[in-house]
């Protein structure tokens, strides 16, 4: 387990050296991203040493929390009206909450970028969107259900990486995270054995149908690896098990999740980095009012090199492979 015994990193003491580091990185990255995640790969390494011994430890053995939650980054003084369309403009400068990203994503694997999502840009912008689908992140006015980031994609990412550069008008949107190694010991162990031997038919979101109105069917283990410490792949929404008894210990786990979740109010100047094989995340309604200033994520998708079984690299943009 984790010697990081809190999921919180403050990093304002650190704030002139991370401005003079994310100073270093070329500043419109659109333009040559192989050349940006080159240079982030050898920039990252004088990331503050206690930032660095953290994100080690995560990568390696993660923490009880499921998360990392950088706060007291240094936030961009000035910027432009949230997006309203996808992708960003190529010759868009940098921003900030990027700038964070690639950096403290760069010493804990490879971002990832996927074909069939978002046009298969590695940064994506993360704002509300009229008449967006309910499973869009896009979404605003619902409730994003609980789900593991793509755990019907054979090349699923290890970490999900949100930075904040502008919240919601009232400060109401919340990224729900609730963890395994939590959610576990409230299983009964019957429900355990049944989700470890069972896999489960799964639906895959609106972006890998194809066009189609349902699309291909995955796959999925919601608890495998080690029995007494498993990883986790659960979507409340497009999970479709079969069998009643599995039903069953689902709902079961699925509550379990609800008992543990912790809310997370993501402010400017925070960076959360989700285990995404650990945990399960959701994110909370907001109220948008279309005035150029509403909520702005950026997000970026990390695989670790170390926990695959064939060759990737930084800025690779992957197809869509069901499990």
Not at 74 to 80: A, D, K, R, T
Not at 187 to 195: G, H, I, Q, T
Not at 202 to 218: H, K, L, M, W, Y
């Amino acid at each position: 387990m984790s010697t990081v015994l809190s999921p919180v990193i403050d990093a304002t003491d650190h704030a002139a050296e991370l401005t003079a580091l994310a100073a270093q990185l070329p500043q419109v990255p659109r333009q040559d991203l192989d050349a940006f995640f080159a240079a982030a790969a050898k920039l990252c390494t004088q990331l503050p040493s206690s930032t660095l011994e953290a994100l080690r430890s995560f990568r390696v053995q993660g923490n009880e929390d499921g998360y990392l939650l950088v706060r007291g980054l240094p936030v961009q003084s000035e910027l432009p009206p949230t997006p309203t369309s996808t992708p960003a403009p190529t010759d868009r400068p940098l921003i900030t909450g990027e700038a964070w990203l690639v950096l403290f994503g760069s010493v804990l694997g490879l971002p990832t970028g996927y074909r069939e999502l978002r046009s298969g840009t590695l940064y994506h912008d993360v704002y509300p969107s009229p008449g967006a689908h309910y499973l869009s992140s896009e979404t605003s006015e619902t409730l994003l259900e609980f789900h593991s980031e793509m755990a019907y994609h054979r090349q699923q990412p290890h970490y999900v990486m949100l930075a904040c550069s502008r919240p919601d008008h009232e400060h109401r949107a919340g990224t729900l995270v609730a963890s395994v190694r939590k959610a576990l010991p409230l299983l009964a162990e019957e429900d355990r054995k049944r989700l470890f031997e069972q896999p489960s038919p799964c639906n895959v979101d609106v972006a890998f149908r194809g066009g189609d109105e349902i699309g291909p069917t995955a796959t999925v283990r919601v608890l495998h690896g080690d029995e007494n410490d498993p990883l986790l792949g659960y979507d409340r929404e497009l999970l479709a098990p079969t069998d009643p008894e599995f039903a069953k210990s689902l709902a079961k786990l699925s509550q379990a999740l609800d008992d543990v979740t912790e809310q997370i109010n993501l402010e400017p100047g925070d960076m959360l980095i989700v285990d995404n094989y650990r945990t399960t995340h959701a994110r909370t309604p907001f109220t948008p009012r279309w005035d150029g200033k509403d909520r702005w994520l950026h997000r970026m998708y990390i695989r670790v090199p170390d926990k695959l079984d064939y060759p990737a690299v930084a800025g690779e943009v992957v197809s869509f492979e069901a499990r």
